[in-house]
C-alpha cells in the first residue's frame, strides 16, 4: 500500500495540470470539444485524490491532518471539489482555470514536502477533529472561490466601464452570473464553515477539557462566519445586488486570511498542536 501512495501522490500533479490545461484550451479557444470531457477529468481526478486521501487514513491510522502538507493535500482537494459541486449546481463551466490552479499550486507542495507519519500525538487520531478539519478547509475553499470570482466580477465590471471587449469580456459570464457564481460559492463556505464549527464544539470539550472560547483563533473563525452570515442574509432578505456583494466576499476573504495568519503565527492557541 505504501507503493500506492507514492505512486498516487505523484500521479495527483500530473492529473491537475492535466485538467488545467483542458479547462484553460477550451477558455481561450472556446467550442465545444472539451465542453464535456473537461468535467469528466476533473471528477477523475477528484476521484484519485479522495482514494488517496482515504489510503493515507488507513494506512497511517490517522487523518492526513497532522502537519501543514498533508493539510495541503486535503486543501488542494477542497478547492477542487468544492469547484465541482458548484460547478454541478450551476452548469457554467467557463472559469475552472482560475480555480484549478490553486488545486495545483498546494498539491504540488504537498507532493514534494509530505511526510508518512505513523507516530503522532494520540489527538491527532480523532475522526471527529478529522470532520472538523475537513469541513473548515472545505469552508474556507468555498470562500476562496467567492473571493476568486469576485474578483473576475471586478475586472470584467471595469472593462465594460472602459470599453475594453476583449478575451475576459468574451469568455467570462456575465456579471450577473459571476455575482450569482461568488454568492453560491460564499454559502457553500458558510454552510461547511459552520459544520466546521458544529463538530469543534463537540470534539474541543473532550479532547481539551481546559480550553477557552475566548481562543484567538475561535475568536477569528466566529467573525468570519458572522461576517459572511451577515452578508448572505443582506443579499437573501435585504437589497444587497452587484459590486457592493462581491467587493464584501473579497475583504471578507482577505479578513479570513489575516484572521488566520495573525492567529497562527502571532498567538498561543490550542490548535497549535501539529
Known sequence: MNAAIDFINIL???????????????????GKNF????????FITLLVHASYL??????????????????????????????FILELLTDIRGTGPFIIIFSIFFQIISTLFIQDLVEVREVLRSNLLGGHVFSALLG?????????????YLILYQDIKLNRFGL??????????????????????????SLAI??????????????????????????VWLLYGIG????????????????????????????TALTNFLSQSFHSFY
Open 12 to 30: 495527483l500533479p500530473v492529473l491537475y495540470l492535466t485538467t488545467f490545461g483542458i479547462y484553460f484550451y477550451d477558455f481561450m479557444y472556446g
Open 35 to 42: 465542453s464535456n470531457s473537461k468535467r469528466l477529468f476533473l
Open 54 to 83: 482515504i489510503l493515507r487514513t488507513i494506512l497511517f491510522d490517522h487523518p492526513p491532518i497532522t502537519n501543514v502538507f498533508e493539510i495541503f493535500t486535503v486543501l488542494a482537494f477542497s478547492v477542487g471539489f468544492s469547484y
Open 140 to 152: 474556507y475553499s468555498g470562500i476562496t472561490i467567492s473571493a476568486v470570482y469576485g474578483i473576475l
Open 168 to 193: 475576459i469580456f468574451n469568455r467570462l459570464p456575465s456579471l450577473e452570473i459571476l455575482e450569482r457564481l461568488s454568492f453560491v460559492s460564499a454559502v457553500i463556505g458558510f454552510f461547511m464553515l
Open 198 to 223: 458544529i463538530i469543534g464544539v463537540i470534539w474541543l470539550p473532550k479532547a481539551f477539557p481546559n480550553f477557552s472560547y475566548t481562543d484567538p483563533k475561535l475568536i477569528g473563525t466566529s467573525l
Open 232 to 259: 448572505i442574509l443582506s443579499k437573501t432578505f435585504g437589497k444587497w445586488r452587484g459590486k457592493r456583494v462581491v467587493t464584501l466576499s473579497v475583504v471578507g476573504f482577505v479578513i479570513a486570511i489575516l484572521s
